[in-house]
Nanobody, 121 residues
């Protein structure tokens, strides 16, 4: 049973910081890439940041310079440090992981349930 679980969301004032964490567990041999997406009410889900197993990163233009993604391959976790938060960052943040499983091989992308981030004064 594979699980992807996010944590760390909450309410923060504009200009504040939050750190989101995501852990993948189960019959995982390796994780090819991990990423964070977000979806605000009435909007489509969008990529926030992604990181490969080799450490290459990709960011949405709207978060460059404010958000930092990092991962711990040994622990199958990915972090998203979010600084200088703005009200427009308010959304449900989802983590995903592109997995390679023991006995199955490439298994595709698994998603977490999401964690709410609200930026408001």
């Amino acid at each position: 049973q594979v699980q992807v679980v996010e944590s760390g969301g909450g309410l923060v004032q504009p200009g504040g910081s939050l750190r989101l964490s995501c852990a993948a567990s189960g019959n995982i041999r390796s994780i090819l890439a991990m990423g964070w997406y977000r979806q605000a009410p009435g909007k489509q889900r969008e990529l926030v940041a992604a990181i490969t197993s080799g450490g290459s990163t990709n960011y949405a233009d709207s978060v460059k310079g404010r958000f930092t993604i990092s991962r711990d391959n040994a622990k199958n976790t990915v972090l998203l440090q979010m600084n200088s938060l703005r009200p427009e960052d308010t959304a449900l943040y989802y983590c995903n992981a592109d997995l390679y499983l023991y006995g199955l091989g490439p298994a595709g992308v698994y998603w977490g349930q999401g964690t709410q981030v609200t930026v408001s004064s």
